[in-house]
């Protein structure tokens, strides 16, 4: 079992910076990669960002150029730093951590990002 738990999240103006952390805890060893995924109300889940162990990162469309995710795999910790940030950002963003030894994704509580026009 793997728990992740995630911080950072708050109101920010549009144009504004905002990051968001996540840790990881439990059977880390086996880890290969974390993401982040958001959700507006009403809206499904969407992929965000992910980061590989050995540091392969991808991004969605929507935010490339402007969100940048980075891991500190001692720590077991994925940041996601959140650059120009517009209305359209605003989402309960939650952490995911994928693991070799397959099955579903795990998944962290959420943290609300909300942004002031």
């Known amino acids: 079992q793997v728990q992740l738990v995630e911080s950072g999240g708050a109101l920010v103006q549009a144009g504004g910076s905002l990051r968001l952390s996540c840790t990881a805890s439990?059977?880390?060893?086996?880890?290969?990669?974390m993401g982040w995924f958001r959700q507006a109300p009403g809206k499904e889940r969407d992929f965000v960002a992910r980061v590989t162990w050995g540091g392969h990162t991808d991004y969605a469309d929507a935010v490339k150029g402007r969100f940048t995710i980075s891991a500190d795999t001692p720590k077991n910790t994925v940041y996601l730093q959140l650059n120009n940030v517009k209305p359209e950002d605003a989402a309960v963003y939650y952490c995911?951590?994928?693991?070799?030894?397959?099955?579903?994704?795990?998944w962290g509580q959420g943290t609300q990002v909300t942004v002031s026009s």
């Open positions: 995911s951590a994928n693991t070799q030894t397959g099955g579903d994704p795990y």
């Open positions: 439990g059977r880390t060893f086996t880890i290969y990669t």
